[in-house]
Every structure is written in structure tokens, then in C-alpha cells.
């Protein structure tokens, strides 16, 4: 993992190369008439904008022919995107969505990710609220920062800075 700090925003990358593509991505492969048993290079790029915008390009293409930067004949991936809101000091607003660039006219194909990706979705739900549960019940408790969360301790330094800036703009 690579996490990269530009002004406010930070984009965290992960490349693997020649490995064999994960069920979700070989099932993308075969709806986009792509082979599936042939080793990958695949992708996961965060970029996170404040105040709380989230974009995550994910993707597999045959392996050798440029990962991300690979010609569209030889590769799938997907857009997924988080709206996060505040609605009180420990609640918020979570707004996703995630749009292909593979078989998009497929509606079955359309029905299935949507149903996976909402699975996905309330687990991170329910770890999130688990997490806020903690942070109010032991306020004196500092967020441990691990070297796999580089990108999400470099976000949270960016919000306290843009709120930092906002109340002194403000005094």
C-alpha cells in the first residue's frame, strides 16, 4: 500500500500483480466475455476529498497488459463512491453507490452487485457503529494508528486542519 498526501487530498494505492482474480472479479471478467482463469493484475485506489467525499476505483485486468492502464478489452472495474454527512456529534448520513465499466445493460448483473455490495455494506455499518459505541464510552482512549491505516490517519489529519482553519476564519 502507497498513501500519498496532496494539499487536502490523499490517495491510498494498492497494485497486485499475476494473481489469480477473487470470485467477484473472475464473475466481472466472465459478464464482461473475458477469460477467468488467467492470472490478473488488480487494483484498489482511495482517494478521499474533504470534507468527506470517498472515490475508489477497483479493478482486474489480464495480467501483462498495463493493470489499471490496460485498453478496455482487457480489463474490468468499478467506481465506488461514499457520501459521508454528519447528522449529530455521533451519528452520520452514509450515501454509496458504485458504477462499472463492464456489461452495464446486464440488469440480472445490475441485481446481483447491488444485493453483494449492500452485504458488504452493513457489515461496515455495524463496524462502524461498534466503533462509535467505543469512542463515546471511552473518551480518554487515543485512536490507535497502524501503518495499514495510513491513508485514513492521513484524512483525519487533513479534516482537523480544514476544521482548524474554518474556526479560526470564524473567531
Aim: one cysteine or more; charged letters at 25%.
Amino acid at each position: 500500500c502507497k498513501t500519498v498526501v496532496d494539499g487536502d487530498n490523499v490517495v491510498t494505492s494498492r497494485f497486485m500483480e499475476n494473481i489469480t482474480a477473487p470470485p467477484f472479479w473472475k464473475a466481472a471478467l466472465r459478464a464482461n466475455h473475458l477469460a477467468d482463469d488467467v492470472p490478473v493484475d488488480r487494483w484498489q485506489i482511495c482517494r478521499f476529498t474533504p470534507p468527506s467525499h470517498v472515490m475508489i476505483e477497483v479493478g482486474v485486468a489480464h495480467a501483462g497488459h498495463g493493470g489499471v492502464d490496460a485498453p478496455a478489452e482487457h480489463k474490468v472495474y468499478s467506481v465506488v463512491v461514499d457520501f459521508i454527512t454528519p447528522e449529530t456529534d455521533t451519528s452520520m448520513h452514509y450515501f454509496w453507490g458504485m458504477a462499472r465499466k463492464f456489461n452495464p445493460a446486464d440488469k440480472a448483473l445490475t441485481a446481483q452487485i447491488r444485493e453483494g455490495q449492500g452485504k458488504i455494506f452493513s457489515e461496515d455499518l455495524d463496524m462502524l457503529e461498534r466503533q462509535q459505541r467505543n469512542i463515546s464510552d471511552f473518551p480518554e482512549r487515543k485512536l490507535l494508528k497502524l501503518n495499514i491505516d495510513a491513508g485514513g490517519v492521513q484524512s483525519r489529519k487533513v479534516i482537523e486542519r480544514v476544521i482548524a482553519a474554518e474556526q479560526g476564519a470564524s473567531a
